[in-house]
């Protein structure tokens, strides 16, 4: 804990990576050079954090989550356990695609629940829900609560993670009080 973060003895930290004061990485994780970690993140067991991985403040990955080359996480994202992320589009064991990685973002506050999996080239808006086993082949609306195979948007939720109804364009977060609005722009808190 000399440098400020917490690493288990199990895990593997190669030099240089950049991790955030407070971020504690656990059994048998391994983050490569070059990976952006930052503070107060919790990196579960087996995780893989790639060299072109760049991972905002307060984030929490769960057990056995790869995050590779291209994937951005913004500040406050929850990754579930299990869940996937890719980022090639169209992968051969026989070509080598390196070059044409896809950079995947998830913005603050998005949630991605267990067994999820998250195709390369999409954006998951701020706050938005990902339901457990779901597939995400395309961008998701910020706020959006998405599940299924393929993924397509159900409902939408709240920043606390409530679902939230609108009635004329309007709702209020029956949990929490926030207040938002819905156009054909999207959902937007007011």
């Given at each position: 804990?000399?440098?400020?973060?917490?690493?288990?003895?199990?895990?593997?930290?190669?030099?240089?990576?950049?991790?955030?004061?407070?971020?504690?990485?656990?059994?048998?994780?391994?983050?490569?050079?070059?990976?952006?970690?930052?503070?107060?993140?919790?990196i579960?067991?087996?995780?893989?954090?790639?060299r072109?991985?760049?991972?905002?403040?307060?984030?929490?990955?769960?057990?056995?989550?790869?995050?590779?080359d291209?994937?951005?996480?913004?500040?406050?994202?929850?990754?579930?356990?299990?869940?996937?992320?890719?980022?090639?589009?169209?992968?051969?064991?026989?070509?080598?695609?390196?070059?044409?990685?896809?950079?995947?973002?998830?913005?603050?506050?998005?949630?991605?629940?267990?067994?999820?999996?998250?195709?390369?080239?999409?954006?998951?808006?701020?706050?938005?829900?990902?339901?457990?086993?779901?597939?995400?082949?395309?961008?998701?609306?910020?706020?959006?609560?998405?599940?299924?195979?393929?993924?397509?948007?159900?409902?939408?939720?709240?920043?606390?993670?409530?679902?939230?109804?609108?009635?004329?364009?309007?709702?209020?977060?029956?949990?929490?009080?926030?207040?938002?609005?819905?156009?054909?722009?999207?959902v937007?808190?007011?």
């Open positions: 804990m000399g440098k400020g973060y917490f690493v288990h003895p199990t895990a593997v930290v190669d030099d240089p990576a950049e991790i955030g004061e407070g971020t504690q990485v656990w059994h048998f994780s391994h983050v490569m050079s070059g990976a952006r970690i930052g503070r107060n993140c919790i579960g067991q087996n995780v893989f954090v790639s072109g991985a760049i991972l905002g403040d307060n984030i929490k990955v769960q057990n056995n989550v790869s995050i590779y291209g994937v951005v996480l913004e500040d406050d994202v929850f990754c579930g356990p299990s869940m996937v992320f890719t980022n090639v589009f169209n992968p051969r064991s026989f070509i080598s695609r390196k070059k044409e990685f896809r950079q995947t973002l998830v913005k603050r506050g998005a949630t991605i629940g267990a067994n999820a999996t998250i195709v390369c080239g999409n954006t998951i808006g701020q706050y938005a829900f990902i339901g457990a086993s779901s597939v995400v082949t395309k961008d998701v609306p910020d706020y959006a609560l998405v599940y299924g195979n393929p993924g397509r948007v159900k409902d939408w939720v709240c920043q606390c993670g409530v679902e939230i109804a609108f009635r004329s364009g309007k709702s209020v977060c029956k949990a929490c009080g926030k207040r938002y609005k819905k156009d054909r722009a999207g937007k808190l007011v």
